[in-house]
């Protein structure tokens, strides 16, 4: 999976909820990344939440997979 094969399948409040969501997509067989924008927690280092929100990324081809997975509404 490379950069530029990569699209964003949903965003996240947290760290956690993201790393949630990747579990979901590994067993399901879709490889993800998970963004959180160079950003620290809202209160500091090791806290989950973010200011910028954390973005779940997937290779294009799997886009639609993914977002079963997930159960996210799909596109018209």
Known sequence: MTDSD???VAEYATV???EL???????????SRIDQHGAVGIFGPGHAG????VTLWV???RL????QAL?????D
Not at 64 to 67: G, I, T, V, Y
């Open 59 to 61: 290779s294009r081809d």
């Open 21 to 31: 969501a990747a579990g979901r997509l590994e067993s399901a067989g879709i490889p």
């Open 50 to 53: 973010s200011v910028l929100g």
């Open 71 to 75: 159960d996210l509404e799909q596109p």
């Open 16 to 18: 956690v909820e993201a």
């Open 6 to 8: 990569l699209v964003a």
């Open 64 to 67: 639609r997979d993914a977002r």
